[in-house]
């Protein structure tokens, strides 16, 4: 039996390759989004970790996606990848919003309810 060569720019690339790049892409933007609140302490930092971020959940979502679509398993599970590529998108999109503390929630602060009601 002959093996015809793959045309150029082609190859294959084994799940597991995949599997370890997406977990590992998985912890790399779990840790930056973890040291945000240091980044923040400079704007400058802040933009920089923010940009980051994002585009790290993207390529995260991007070989979840691959994952999935090559037949891997993430954790033992043929489900989990694609929910979870989903998942980072949104998070990629939320690190890019800059609220800069302000309320976005408009709920009660639970500190200051006991002060309205002693003033």
């Not at 790399?28 to 980044?39: D, G, N, P, Q, V």
């Not at 999109?93 to 309320?103: T, Y």
Request: contains cysteine; aromatic residues 10%; proline residues 4%.
């Amino acid at each position: 039996m002959v093996e015809e060569p793959l045309p150029i720019g082609m190859f294959m690339v084994e799940v597991d390759v995949i599997e370890v790049l997406a977990q590992s892409m998985c912890f790399i933007s779990l840790t930056a989004f973890i040291f945000i609140a240091t980044f923040s302490r400079s704007e400058k930092l802040e933009l920089v970790a923010q940009n980051f971020i994002m585009f790290s959940l993207l390529i995260t979502a991007g070989l979840l996606w691959w994952l999935s679509s090559s037949g891997g398993e993430l954790w033992g599970s043929n489900y989990l990848p694609k929910p979870l590529s989903v998942l980072c998108v949104i998070v990629a999109i939320a690190a890019r919003l800059n609220i800069k503390g302000h309320n976005v929630s408009f709920g009660a602060n639970p500190h200051s309810i006991g002060k309205k009601e002693d003033e």
